[in-house]
């Protein structure tokens, strides 16, 4: 082989490579993204239908309900606007407590309950996932925007 | 009085720094001996002042000196001394510190291993090294001193992370960042190549075992870590796709590309730009992953510094390495010329398509990283992406890439011939098919098609990898045996097909099962029963637990006893699970304790790991195999006997 030829063959390869990789992984992308949803936008129904996503917020204090010695779980979480129920079947992380920040993936049923696959929170009690603390801002400003107007 | 010791020896070690970086090089340039003899004298002395400052900082800790910011952050009284001593790289100042002092000493190494190098080139590669080190010490001094004091000093620490409080985890840090730091030395040795325009054989080889054996411990380190999120994180996972999992996953990749196509280079004057270009990736992605993993910007369970500054320093950092290596390429590149060619059926092109498959696996590892911070800049949106898109995304370049091991690993150089390569490949094809089928359609009853093909390739690689071994202890007597760097060679691949059969059976077979248990209940899972006898507190040094005991059986037959806890760090009032792990070759039984359900009955999780040891050992064995390539005597020749043994060592000789 030339080192012209050599070239030539590398540099299809590489472009054949590329090409190849570049499908599929807009394509797989499309599959296996998950959104991260605003517990205010799933309550007025924007969540999408028929695939899992992620939503994050704080847990309501008092609202962990559990049938004594059953491992399903139901909680409530809130962007302090609205409210989701959550229910889960399976062993929460070890910092999940009420009044923490967490984030979990999964799907929404027929009644509107989260049902979640994965329940995440991070391992330090003072850490608050990025897109909770960003969707608890949000609704903060919104809340004092809302108080301002009123007192005008 | 110690921390402000260790601060003024950070200054001057900067001091020294600037002087390696500017003189040598500049000596260089001019031609000056007297300048370029100040590398290795300021090296040294860089080295001795970052030891002084690592000292200082280490003592603070044994010491328990809450005057000192870092240590008061991440130090606990009641902390054993062997984890006062690794909260020293247990968060972002002192982990900087180790990477200066890592760097440091790679230096030496350097400066002692190339004096038979031509004068100029290892200045020039000292010179590259002290200017890396002039940035970390910078960003240290500027952004992110160790030696901060904090007055009034409180009377105890707030503890190091528990996560951290582990052996494994000890020692991941120091291994990893000694395989990071190390393709700095690569990365110099590309620099200097290109400045003096002059990149030939005997430069890939004296690049080769210095890339090996920064290879070696970046293997290592992240073995380490995937070990230590294993049974530490508490649930069972050896892998997240986590984007600091994936920080130094990227540079594996890339050095693993660059140390194939450097053999290409030595052996046969090759892809000369295609290998600076790599040895600059490595090295970038090196630093990337630093920043990756301390500027925040990414969600992640193991980061643990925020800090916007910081981030952009390092980006600075980033820019300016990357761009003037990436500029000076450009410019020089175009000029190394290689004349040689080779056949379709070579072992050149089997490297080539090493190379293309490693560098689009890594891409696409690059993409999957960066593609929810660049989504969420251009404001499409919040996303994440799972380990499902990292495992499919991984997976379509890298199984190719297996079943081209072991043809690639019995094709000569420049040109094959087909016939005795397919009666060579025969045997191991066969023994492949059968045992690929044979393992999980009898051994677990079950023959998914990736299953399937993934066991073959396991089967495929470890037996073409032993082949050679086997030829070379029946040679004819009188023929040479297999050389050092093919058997290292052979190790390495062997390492490989071990670690694509754990990664396939534990996929595949493994048993999760998430219980709620009362004590003298026994549950069934995976074909063992599980029997929980009993629940205790203990007591440890700066934590309590709740020990679960259980039982564990198989058809009655007693296996073993796992005692899980669930631990609460008495400072940080943090609970961890320690899960408890019944190791044995072939499987690992897994049990974590969960929460309090009410009633008596506690939460359990139960697993069944087929294989999973085979991930790990396979990575120690590819590093073992690295080992036995960078101690290869033909990396030792002087300057001089290399003029003599030239005709030998050139590129006829078959690896």
């Given at each position: 082989m030339t080192p012209r030829k050599q070239r030539m063959l590398a540099v299809g390869l590489a472009g054949?490579?590329?090409?190849?990789?570049?499908?599929?992984?807009?394509?797989?992308?499309?599959?296996?993204?998950?959104f991260f949803v605003d517990i205010s936008e799933v309550v007025q129904g924007n969540a999408p239908a028929d695939r899992n996503f992620r939503v994050g917020g704080l847990v309501v204090q008092n609202s962990v309900e559990r049938e004594p010695g059953q491992l399903e779980v139901k909680f409530t979480l809130t962007d302090t606007k609205n409210n989701l129920d959550v229910y889960y079947a399976g062993i929460l992380p070890d910092l999940f407590r009420e009044g923490q920040g967490i984030i979990a993936h999964g799907r929404l049923d027929a009644n509107g309950v989260f049902v979640a696959d994965t329940v995440l929170a991070k391992h330090d009690e003072n850490y608050m996932p990025p897109e909770v603390a960003d969707s608890l801002a949000k609704h903060a400003a919104e809340k004092a925007a809302a108080t301002a107007v009123n007192q005008e | 009085m110690i921390p402000e010791i260790g601060h003024f020896a950070l200054i001057v070690a900067l001091a020294l720094a600037i002087c390696q970086g500017a003189m040598p090089l500049f000596g260089a340039h001019r031609g000056d001996r007297a300048l370029m003899a100040v590398a290795r004298p300021a090296a040294i002395g860089q080295l001795a002042f970052v030891i002084v400052a690592f000292g200082c900082l280490t003592w603070s800790f044994l010491q328990s000196d809450f005057s000192v910011l870092y240590v008061a952050n991440h130090s606990h009284r009641a902390l054993p001394d062997l984890y006062k001593v690794s909260a020293v790289w247990g968060a972002h100042e002192?982990?900087?510190?180790?990477?200066?002092?890592?760097?440091?000493?790679?230096?030496?190494?350097?400066?002692?291993?190339?004096?038979?190098?031509?004068?100029?080139?290892?200045?020039?590669?000292?010179?590259?090294?002290?200017?890396v080190s002039v940035g970390f010490l910078l960003f240290t001094l500027l952004t992110s001193n160790p030696f901060t004091r904090l007055m009034p000093a409180p009377p105890d620490g707030a503890d190091l992370n528990p996560l951290l409080q582990d052996p494994g985890l000890a020692m991941h840090p120091p291994v990893l960042y000694t395989g990071y730091v190390g393709f700095s030395v690569a990365f110099a040795f590309a620099i200097a190549a290109m400045i003096s325009g002059n990149l030939d054989q005997s430069w890939a080889r004296w690049t080769r075992p210095?890339?090996?054996?920064?290879?070696?411990?970046?293997?290592?380190?992240?073995?380490?870590?995937?070990?230590?999120?294993?049974?530490?994180?508490?649930?069972?996972?050896?892998?997240?796709?986590?984007?600091?999992?994936?920080?130094?996953?990227?540079?594996?990749?890339?050095?693993?590309?660059?140390?194939?196509?450097?053999?290409?280079?030595?052996k046969r004057g090759l892809?000369?730009?295609?290998?600076?270009?790599?040895?600059?990736?490595?090295?970038?992605?090196?630093?990337l992953g630093t920043f990756l993993v301390r500027s925040g910007i990414l969600v992640s369970v193991h980061s643990f510094a925020t800090d916007p500054e910081r981030g952009l320093f390092i980006l600075a950092f980033l820019g300016i390495t990357i761009g003037g290596a990436l500029g000076l390429y450009a410019w020089r590149a175009p000029s190394l010329d290689s004349k040689a060619g080779f056949r379709p059926l070579s072992r050149e092109t089997f490297l080539l398509l090493n190379n293309v498959l490693l560098i689009v696996a890594t891409t696409l590892v690059l993409i999957g990283t960066l593609a929810p911070l660049v989504l969420e800049v251009l404001q499409v949106g919040k996303i994440s992406i799972g380990p499902p898109w990292f495992g499919i995304a991984f997976t379509i370049p890298m199984l190719p890439l297996l079943f081209l091991i072991g043809i690639g690993m019995h094709t000569a150089w420049r040109q094959q011939a087909l016939a005795p390569l397919s009666k060579q490949l025969r045997l191991p094809a066969v023994i492949a098919i059968i045992a690929g089928i044979v393992l999980p359609g009898v051994f677990y009853g079950r023959l998914g098609l990736l299953v399937t093909v993934g066991c073959i390739a396991g089967f495929w690689v470890l037996s073409t990898a032993v082949m050679p071994v086997i030829r070379s202890l029946r040679r004819p007597a009188g023929t040479p045996r297999i050389t050092r760097a093919a058997l290292g060679m052979c190790v390495a691949h062997f390492g490989v097909g071990l670690f694509t059969l754990g990664v396939t059976i534990v996929s595949a077979f493994s048993i999760e099962s998430d219980r709620s248990m009362v004590v003298g209940q026994t549950v069934e899972a995976a074909g063992y029963e599980f029997e929980l006898r009993g629940l205790r507190n203990v007591d440890g040094p700066n934590f309590r637990a709740l020990e679960g005991e259980i039982d564990i059986r198989k058809n009655g037959e007693f296996v073993g006893q796992l005692r899980p806890q669930e631990r609460t760090y008495i400072v940080q009032q943090n609970p961890m699970t320690e899960a408890g792990i019944l190791v044995s070759w072939n499987r690992d039984l897994f049990v974590a304790l969960g929460d309090s359900l009410g009633q008596g009955a506690w939460s359990v999780r139960l697993q069944y790991k087929p294989f999973i040891r085979f991930i790990w050992v396979g990575c120690l064995v590819m590093a073992l195999g690295g080992l036995i390539a960078a101690s290869d005597r033909r990396y030792r020749v002087s300057v001089r006997s290399e003029a003599r043994e030239g005709v030998e060592l050139g590129p006829e000789e078959p690896a």
């Open positions: 054949a490579g590329v090409v190849i990789a570049t499908v599929l992984t807009l394509r797989a992308f499309e599959e296996n993204m998950m | 002192g982990s900087l510190l180790l990477w200066i002092l890592l760097l440091a000493i790679w230096t030496v190494a350097v400066g002692r291993y190339s004096r038979e190098l031509p004068e100029a080139f290892s200045a020039r590669v000292i010179g590259v090294l002290g200017l210095w890339t090996t054996w920064a290879w070696l411990f970046l293997t290592v380190g992240i073995a380490l870590g995937s070990w230590w999120a294993y049974y530490e994180l508490g649930w069972g996972g050896w892998w997240f796709w986590d984007p600091v999992e994936n920080a130094s996953f990227m540079p594996w990749l890339a050095g693993t590309a660059l140390i194939h196509s450097l053999a290409v280079t030595e892809f000369k730009s295609w290998t600076l270009l790599l040895a600059i990736t490595a090295f970038s992605l090196s630093l």
